[in-house]
């Protein structure tokens, strides 16, 4: 059989994701430190693992409604304003298997063959393959370290064409660590009103925004409403990466299309997931304070110790990475972070796994214990040692 003749020609050409390379590598080596992946070391809060354990034993092993339990999108309704001061109603909740289901089913819905969407990179790997998978074609902003990594207003309008159906905005920021405060959402805000441009706004790290100043939705600014698409979920801010559950917010006729993509696909999503993540709504404000405690603290110390090792990073202001500057070493981003594995056994992902522009820069998570992180970091300064005297170039 000839399977090139079979095979849907837009997944060929897409390569597989830039950061499990290295994780497959390191799968087959002793003693190697990760520092790549984006999960969380807590465990799930127990009670939210009581709820999923109590859902077991009274038998509700059922299908639910395609857009998910009734009690958790009222769940869902009362912590989206009292977290973030959003105002939906359960109509415009769609629950998803993690929020990645919402991102595809968001592109799907929206996108036409031949549509424009714009990404700002450094980005996320499953916004490209998602859109282009929509037939959609992905314009690329290379947001910059000077701005923070933000895409900025002038460079939002220099990317729309008249093709231009969606623009993704993916803050706070994986890989970079970007947040987007209330006066940049207002500039972009200024941008999209009087077009037909929709937003797909992934705010999966929401929660996780450090100083004093709240994530801010876009959809909480005049006019963006009714032209914004709300991804989130519970793996990164509840420790719940293994449950596999999210939700979308939309308007009622966009969110209408998105539930027969989700019914096709999925049916519901899982329901011991689901009786779980009631819980983590109403019951564990509190531990979620705690993690994000914990990670600040987290990313302090690892940004100081960067910038002492001559690998410099802004000051990330949310999720739980950051972008380091490896441009002193002389080597590339991929020559970076395969040296560092072989020659000390330390995993970090190469910032071009996430576009063009992550060149120079390496992904490091501190999603991992202190003990963890100062381990690898006196791996990282032996390798910086290395190449000062020139056994590593």
Request: charged share 25%; glycine share 8%.
């Amino acid at each position: 059989m000839d399977y090139g003749k079979v095979l849907n020609p837009v997944i060929v050409k897409e390569k597989p994701s830039g950061i499990r390379r290295f994780f497959d590598i390191a799968s087959t080596m002793e003693d190697c430190i990760v520092l790549g992946v984006g999960e969380p070391d807590f465990k799930t809060p127990w009670s939210i693992r009581e709820a999923g354990i109590t859902s077991l034993e009274k038998g509700r092993t059922f299908y639910t409604s395609n857009s998910g339990l009734m009690p958790l999108r009222e769940e869902i309704c009362r912590y989206l304003k009292r977290r973030f001061d959003l105002s939906y109603e359960t109509d415009e909740v769609m629950v998803t298997v993690g929020g990645s289901e919402g991102i595809d089913a968001c592109m799907r819905a929206v996108l036409c063959p031949g549509d424009e969407v714009i990404v700002p990179f450094p980005s996320y790997v499953s916004y490209g393959p998602m859109a282009r998978l929509a037939g959609a074609n992905v314009v690329p902003v290379n947001t910059k370290a000077e701005n923070s990594f933000r895409i900025t207003a002038e460079e939002l309008k220099a990317a729309i064409t008249e093709k231009t159906k969606l623009l993704v905005l993916p803050y706070p920021s994986n890989p970079t660590g970007a947040v987007m405060r209330k006066e940049h959402l207002e500039e972009i805000a200024a941008v999209l009103r009087g077009t037909d441009i929709f937003v797909m706004s992934d705010e999966i790290y929401a929660e996780l925004t450090y100083g004093d100043v709240r994530h801010v939705s876009i959809a909480s600014i005049d006019g963006m409403k009714e032209r914004t698409i709300l991804i989130n979920g519970f793996s990164k801010s509840h420790a719940m990466t293994g449950w596999r559950l999210g939700y979308a917010c939309a308007p009622k006729p966009v969110l209408q299309q998105m539930i027969k993509i989700h019914q096709f696909a999925i049916m519901s999503a899982p329901t011991t997931s689901q009786y779980a993540a009631i819980a983590a709504l109403s019951q564990c404000d509190e531990q979620v304070e705690e993690m994000r405690t914990q990670y600040n603290l987290r990313r302090k110390f690892l940004t100081s110790e960067l910038k002492r090792l001559g690998l410099p990073s802004y000051d990330a202001e949310g999720t739980f990475y950051v972008f380091a500057d490896i441009r002193a070493s002389g080597l590339s981003s991929e020559e970076f972070c395969e040296k560092l594995m072989y020659s000390r056994r330390v995993v970090v992902v190469p910032g071009t796994a996430f576009g063009d522009a992550g060149e120079g820069f390496v992904r490091i998570s501190y999603s991992y214990s202190i003990d963890h992180i100062q381990q690898a970091l006196v791996r990282i300064e032996a390798f910086m040692q290395d190449i000062k005297d020139g056994k590593i170039q």
